[in-house]
């Protein structure tokens, strides 16, 4: 099986071009078998690239542990350059389907090549039934909290510590926390406490965020089914989102994550976020299967 190995900032996948090779057999245990960084190719999970009914091409993610996900951000920048450096739809405007809808990206082309894309990654999902999570946002002076509005500022105790996280989900489930400096603490010491808690029922991706000033902060995040990356593109998205609905940022910011840099405008007129950032391709092989 030939594959391509890929990354938007850090945000490492095996992809695989199903227009060309056959769909391989038992998904779950090839994607664990791939992403093994010591016994594998190595990467954050594993990614198929299918032709597609109703778009130009179609993905297909699955986690390092095997675990199927509606949508990876840094992923799909990777796919729309890949669909379009290896001649499968060569269009500067792609629409790719995923498991949360049909996304539309315009790309940068350098020399022939991608080098940048923009996504516009949708409407963000609010209602704490759909994210899902049980939690609510903290309800004031005693009152009940609206079990439709926003869980922004909603209480969460994670190992002892009461935080207060906001809940939003970009076609997969976040959690964000603000801190006040970012640590391995927060993110190693918590990401999968929360990544498990029970308030999330789809498990969640989890979020720390250090405000620079409210056009820039630096975040770190624990991806549910792969552990702590070099950054997600939904999770930039989502906090982009939970800081404006907590007042802290505007509604354009600049996020630093581990791997690199994303630009993210939550658009007031179309409610629609958007996130530009880079996509590189790495290298090629063979798998044996």
């Avoid at 900032?9 to 960084?37: K, M, T, W």
């Avoid at 970009?170 to 010491?189: A, F, K, Q, S």
Wanted: aromatic share 6%.
């Amino acid at each position: 099986m030939r594959f391509t190995k890929m990354h938007g900032i850090g945000n490492d996948y095996v992809y695989v071009d199903c227009f060309n090779e056959q769909v391989p057999q038992n998904l779950p245990e090839l994607a664990r078998r791939i992403s093994d960084r010591h016994f594998g190719v190595g990467g954050d999970g594993l990614i198929l690239i299918h032709p597609s009914d109703v778009a130009d091409a179609r993905m297909q993610m699955l986690n390092a542990d095997g675990s199927e996900s509606e949508m990876c951000g840094n992923g799909i920048r990777c796919v729309a350059k890949y669909v379009y450096d290896h001649g499968l739809a060569k269009k500067q405007q792609l629409h790719i389907e995923t498991g949360a809808g049909i996304l539309s990206l315009d790309l940068e082309i350098v020399d022939g090549l991608v080098r940048q894309v923009t996504v516009d990654m949708g409407e963000p999902i609010l209602e704490p039934n759909l994210v899902p999570t049980t939690l609510r946002a903290d309800a004031a002076d005693g009152q009940d909290a609206d079990q439709s509005a926003p869980a922004v500022n909603a209480p969460l105790s994670v190992e002892g510590k009461d935080l207060a996280v906001s809940c939003v989900s970009m076609g997969n489930p976040h959690c964000i926390t603000y801190v006040e400096r970012l640590g391995d603490n927060w993110v190693l010491g918590l990401g999968s406490k929360i990544e498990h808690n029970p308030h999330f029922p789809n498990r969640v991706n989890a979020e720390f965020v250090e405000i620079i000033s409210r056009k820039e902060i630096r975040m770190r995040v624990w991806e549910r089914g792969s552990g702590e990356t070099l950054a997600c593109g939904t999770g930039a998205c989502a906090v982009c989102v939970a800081g404006v609905l907590t007042g802290r940022t505007n509604r354009e910011i600049l996020a630093h994550l581990p791997g690199g840099d994303l630009r993210l405008k939550w658009c007031e007129d179309t409610n629609h976020v958007f996130m530009t950032g880079p996509a590189e391709e790495v290298f090629s092989g063979d798998w044996p299967c």
